[in-house]
T-cell receptor, first 112, second 112 residues
């Protein structure tokens, strides 16, 4: 089983749609969780951290279920500028170590 | 504030050759991590340097080696290049081990 698995995608959605990405991780001792965004031929950039209580940043909502080892990202009211690859990222290490493990990514295309 | 920079941008080498990639961390950042991103995959952790010492290593052979200098810039060296080493090499810097990593634009290496 891969350490971090994501929906294979790609997702093609119209502007204004709601889209959800799912991710599972294998290491139950993982400490921190993130969603990164990567535009074509660019570097990954942190979109948001993910907490057990769930967190929201504008149109983006992230959820973590530690019992199921499952992470999700919801994007509401999709914009053309949301088109990118979304990477689910886990830090499997403890404090004093921040060695990110990335999923393969899910490509999102928002269509006019 | 200057972000993370990497050089060169692109590089073409042949099998068996050696390559050195360079990374300048963001001002004030003392931790550098290196990742390899093959086409269509998420980045994979190679190793991390904290205050000039290696602080962890991913599943990469010894021909991948690195250095961090007193100014916290870093090098990634790859010996005996193989075709599968063709990838985008990303460097990320952070202030300490437990903080957000900021990625540079990457070096795209092609091995022929």
């Amino acid at each position: 089983r891969k350490e971090v698995e994501q929906d294979p995608g790609p997702f093609n959605v119209p502007e204004g749609a709601t889209v959800a990405f799912n991710c599972t991780y294998s290491n139950s001792a993982s400490q921190s969780f993130f969603w990164y965004r990567q535009d074509c031929r660019k570097e990954p950039k942190l979109l948001m951290s993910v907490y057990s209580s769930g967190n929201e940043d504008g149109r983006f909502t992230a959820q973590l279920n530690r019992a199921s080892q499952y992470i999700s990202l919801l994007i509401r009211d999709s914009k053309l500028s949301d088109s990118a690859t979304y990477l689910c990222v886990v830090n499997p290490s403890g404090a004093g170590s921040y060695q990110l493990t990335f999923g393969k990514g899910t490509k999102l295309s928002v269509i006019p | 504030e200057t972000g993370v920079t990497q050089s060169p941008t692109h590089l073409i080498k042949t099998r068996g050759q050696q390559v050195t990639l360079r990374c300048s961390s963001q001002s004030g950042h003392n931790t550098v991590s290196w990742y390899q991103q093959a086409l269509g995959q998420g980045p994979q952790f190679i190793f991390q340097y904290y205050r000039e010492e290696e602080n962890g290593r991913g599943n990469f052979p010894p021909r991948f080696s690195g250095l961090q200098f007193p100014n916290y810039s870093s090098e990634l060296n790859v010996n005996a290049l193989e075709l599968d080493d063709s990838a985008l090499y990303l460097c990320a810097s952070s202030l300490g081990l437990d903080n957000e990593q900021f990625f540079g634009p990457g070096t795209r290496l092609t091995v022929l």
